[in-house]
């Protein structure tokens, strides 16, 4: 799959360079050749001899290299690659991607390049929860940056955490998705995923909105991506970052949820995993409200929001092949969830007890009963990536 393809490899200094050897190891079984860049404090912790012997090529590590410069080696080496992968990416390479710096072979070569750039962070849990840490990340996905990982787990320095590479293996799954070489079941397939909850105005600075956390939508949008997947993924303002790889389209309201959706339409598949309000404030106001000394709180009144599953599972021209709903419901479960798929034309329903108690609604896992024309299949409780993965194969299977 990676055949051919020319990987520039800027391996960082931290623990986790060891698992670059690895990786180099893994892209080369696939066909792929590596370039190799060492930092100065790369080569503390594996040497230049192993990555060059891994590689089968020379290691770059000197931005003064007079040799290379001849030609202007840095600017080749940048431009040369089909991608750009660090890994590890260590905090100081982050923040010097974010900020722009170029003080070494390394930096200035991210500086320099025009390719795609893959970073797999991996630091010490307290560096990646820093604020600056997450400043810089969020600088480094806008201008387009992808990542994998970092991982949570058992870090070399004895915390646990969020902050271990990814896998060698996962890399290389990230980059083989990147490269288009992709060829899961889903491969070209558009889907459309909405997710998070909304926000309906009260006046510019107040709304109504409900707890979900856009977690399970966001699983889901990842999964069938990975599935190879053409993903437009809809979402209301949620709390957890909008998945790489797909095409992310913001919206605040039901109503312009609907409107995302119906413009993004054809799909083969579409599933509403997004908490839609039911009602909007009939008399929002557009200034802010104040008190007026009266003690009379104002009144709000409610208009119904358009339902946008009932609305896309019977469109008479367009509707895709496969629609699947979410029911968020706190007591008889299967009872409502049946009756909603009945009511509003869907294929299936995804049921979840959302009561407080199941800590589902806002949380990292979920238990889920799937309702079909057929049959009600219940799965047991396992993490939100868990669910996402199986339905996604179940996606799979019904448009294959
Ligand atoms: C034993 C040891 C382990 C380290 N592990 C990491 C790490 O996993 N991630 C990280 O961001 N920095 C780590 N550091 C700090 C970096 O090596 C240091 O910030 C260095 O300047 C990074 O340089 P580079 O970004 O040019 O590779 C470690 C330092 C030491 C001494």
């Known amino acids: ?19 670059a050897l690895d990786l180099i190891r893994r892209l080369r079984e696939r066909g792929a050749s590596v370039a190799p860049v060492l930092t100065r404090a790369a080569e503390e912790f594996v040497t230049p001899l192993s990555v060059a012997a891994l590689a089968g090529a020379n290691v770059h590590r000197d931005l003064f290299d007079l040799t290379a410069e001849a030609e202007m080696g840095h600017i080749q080496l940048s431009r040369s690659a089909d991608l750009v992968v660090v890994a590890p990416a260590t905090a100081d390479l982050m923040a010097k991607m974010a900020g722009g710096l170029a003080n070494d072979l390394a930096s200035t070569l991210l500086l320099a390049t025009d390719t795609q750039v893959l970073i797999a962070p991996a630091m010490n849990v307290r560096m990646w929860q820093h604020a600056a840490t997450v400043r810089n990340r969020a600088v480094l996905a806008g201008d387009g940056i992808l990542s994998v990982g970092p991982n949570e787990g058992d870090m070399a320095c004895g915390e646990y955490g969020p902050g271990r590479m990814a896998e060698p293996l996962e890399i290389v799954a990230a980059i083989e998705g990147i490269l288009g070489g992709w060829a899961g079941p889903l491969a070209g397939r558009h889907v459309l995923v909405t997710s998070g909850p909304t926000h309906e105005p009260i006046d510019p600075v107040r709304y109504i909105a409900n707890r979900s956390s ?45 409107a995302a959706v119906e413009a993004a339409l054809p799909a083969e598949a579409a599933v509403f995993a997004a908490a839609v309000a039911d009602w909007r404030v009939a008399n929002a106001a557009d200034r802010k ?19 946008i599953l009932a609305t896309i599972s019977q469109l008479a021209k367009g509707r895709p092949r496969l629609v699947v709903g979410f029911a ?4 008889d479960v299967i009872a409502h969830a049946t009756a909603k798929r009945a009511r509003k034309g ?8 959302v009561s407080p108690a199941t800590g589902i609604m806002g949380g990292s896992e979920n238990a889920v009963t799937v309702l079909t024309a057929e049959a009600a299949e219940t799965w047991p409780r396992m993490a939100k990536d868990a669910v996402a993965r199986k339905l996604a194969a179940r996606i799979a299977e019904a448009l294959a």
């Open 346 to 353: 869907c294929d299936w329903i995804v049921a979840n007890d």
């Open 289 to 307: 409200m104040k008190k007026d000394g009266s003690g009379t709180p104002p009144a709000l009144s409610f208009a119904e929001n358009p339902d």
């Open 214 to 258: 856009g977690a399970q939508g966001t699983a889901l949008a990842a999964a069938l991506r990975d599935l190879g997947a053409k993903v437009t993924f809809v979402t209301g303002p949620a709390t957890v970052p909008p998945p790489q790889g797909v095409t992310v389209v913001k919206v605040e309201t039901a109503q312009q949820m609907l």
């Open 1 to 19: 799959m990676l055949a051919g393809k020319r990987i520039l490899l800027i391996i960082g200094g931290g623990i986790a360079a060891y698992k």
């Open 328 to 331: 968020a419901e706190t007591d």
